[in-house]
């Protein structure tokens, strides 16, 4: 499967990459599973208990940078009860789709957005 | 995409020569006869096997009831293994094998262990070198068959094959040796080297996907794996591919006329590349160096950051080269050779083989590595892993990220 206009896009400028330094938190994600070694720090700024902006470091294959910078932009906005329920599917859909070999990648943006949500919502 | 691609894959598959498609041309329209038929059409046909069968093994020291051809070099391999194994007598049911072996001879391996045969896998030094003295040590009155590969498909390895062949031979054994890479970039004599069963293919030298060969010592025995007609001294079943067999042969005449002048300027591009990337800060070249490294491949490692996406932004400037990432593959598995040569799952994450051929320039490596160079710091900027940028020490990035979750 070639990848989608949007992943390509996504991939080489990524949006909102960076820390944050008016974040109300930061947390640490990596996929657990056998092999891959991605991991993502995920910054996020609240606002009127939305998402106000969310940044992110990465290390990580051209799927994994392609899905955080999605997550970013699809994150803005998002009351924190809703930013909790992201799975890696929304993801995948604004990134076009992903073949399944990049399904981790969209699994742990998704995974990154809920954890720093969950943990604001505290 | 930049317009001129600069091709550094060619450990995966190469281009075919002019010369190769023009002596395959006649045989897909003219000359298309079935080997098997007894009129003129068929008689050609087998006439231009025969030479092709002839060409090849004169270059390997083989005589040419000694070759037979196959779709592939993993249908070699298969045969070889699978095929020794099935003519062990019971008492013979173990095997040695290394631990960098392509997919290709690990997992026909596997089945036969899944089958009840007991397997050594042996370990590589560092280099990616099999210790003689664990081969010997190895060896039990039921071994039956030593697998290793000559030039290692990821850092580039060249055993010493003829060592290693003649312990096989001392102690009865059956010795294969995967030779798909190093096949007409370094020196092969099965004879010379007491090497018993090899397999080669067509598509790393300049001829055509879809044929390969195994080279089978007079007086060896092996069951076939297919059933069928009597094709190939009726060891592998199938009309032929004929335009195959003589691209094949072709490709490797072409390739072994020029094969010391073509090994040295492999060379050369090869270390041209090495020193350039080697620059960079948290690098590491995987496999030896010298002449005892394939003259097709350099494989690197580029710490902290992840070699799918290296490749992917290589790919997007041009340059086409391969990775032992998890990430390339869909089951995430990291490569089997990187972790055995002893690098952490983690930087085996990040490596890239590049590999060459002939038609490789020393200026293509200059303008690569500058694109290396970049992308490497443009991945290293998007990570809060790389030490000089947060003072930590290599691996430690938990630590960091833990220290900055409390400062905040």
Redesign the interface.
């Known amino acids: 499967m070639l990848y989608s206009p949007q992943y390509m896009r996504h991939?080489?400028t990524?949006a909102n990459?960076g820390d944050l330094e008016e974040?109300d938190?930061?947390?640490?994600v990596h996929y657990t599973?056998?092999?891959?070694?991605?991991?993502i720090?995920i910054f996020a700024k609240v606002d009127d208990g939305k998402i106000g902006k969310v940044t992110y470091?990465?290390?990580?294959?051209?799927?994994?940078?392609a899905a955080c910078s999605a997550m970013s932009e699809l994150a803005v906005g998002l009351p924190l009860e809703q930013a909790v329920q992201i799975q890696g599917e929304d993801v995948a859909t604004e990134l076009g789709g992903v073949p399944?070999?990049k399904r981790?990648s969209v699994d742990l943006a998704a995974e990154a957005l809920r954890t720093i949500a969950l943990k604001l919502t505290k | 995409m930049e317009d001129r691609l600069i091709y550094f894959d060619n450990n995966d598959t190469t281009p075919l020569l002019d010369p190769v498609v023009t002596a395959m041309l006649p045989f897909f329209t003219k000359a298309f006869g079935n080997p098997a038929s007894l009129h003129q059409l068929g008689l050609e046909a087998e006439e231009a096997v025969n030479e092709a069968r002839a060409t090849i093994s004169g270059l390997i020291g083989a005589k040419p009831e000694e070759l037979i051809f196959t779709g592939s070099a993993t249908e070699a391999n298969n045969l070889a293994i699978l095929g020794a194994a099935a003519n062990a007598s019971s008492k013979r049911r173990h095997l040695i094998t290394s631990k960098i072996e392509h997919n290709a001879v690990i997992n026909p391996i596997k089945r036969l262990e899944k089958d009840g045969f007991r397997v050594t896998w042996l370990d590589v030094d560092p280099e990616g070198f099999v210790n003689s003295e664990d081969l010997k040590k190895a060896i039990t009155p039921e071994t039956f068959l030593v697998s290793i590969v000559h030039g290692n498909h990821e850092i580039g390895t060249v055993q010493d094959i003829k060592a290693l062949g003649m312990i096989c031979r001392e102690a009865g054994v059956l010795f294969h040796t995967d030779a798909a890479q190093s096949f007409s970039k370094v020196p092969l004599n099965v004879t010379n080297d007491l090497v018993d069963l090899a397999s080669f293919n067509a598509h790393k030298l300049h001829g055509p996907k879809g044929i390969g060969a195994l080279y089978v010592r007079g007086g060896v025995h092996l069951k076939k794996i297919m059933e069928g007609a009597p094709q190939e001294f009726n060891m592998r079943p199938g009309t032929e591919n004929v335009p195959g067999i003589i691209g094949f042969a072709a490709a490797a005449k072409l390739a072994f006329e020029t094969l010391s002048r073509d090994s040295a300027h492999m060379s050369a591009v090869r270390d041209h590349l090495i020193e350039q990337l080697l620059q960079i800060p948290h690098t590491r070249l995987n496999g030896p160096r010298g002449n005892r490294r394939l003259p097709t491949n350099a494989d690197i490692t580029f710490k902290y950051i992840e070699g799918e996406a290296i490749l992917m932004h290589l790919s997007m400037r041009g340059v086409a080269v391969s990775s032992g990432s998890a990430c390339s593959s869909k089951n995430l598995t990291p490569s089997n050779v990187l972790t055995s040569i002893g690098l952490k799952h983690e930087d085996a994450h990040g490596s890239i083989r590049f590999s060459f051929s002939k038609l490789n320039t020393i200026e293509e490596t200059d303008i690569a590595a500058k694109k290396v160079i970049e992308v490497v710091e443009l991945l290293r900027s998007m990570t809060a892993f790389v030490p000089e940028k947060h003072s930590e020490t290599e691996g430690s990035g938990e630590v960091f990220y833990k220290k900055k979750k409390e400062e905040l």
């Open positions: 991939f080489q990524p990459i974040a938190a930061v947390e640490d599973g056998q092999g891959c070694f991605d991991r720090r470091r990465v290390r990580g294959c051209s799927g994994t940078i399944d070999r981790h």
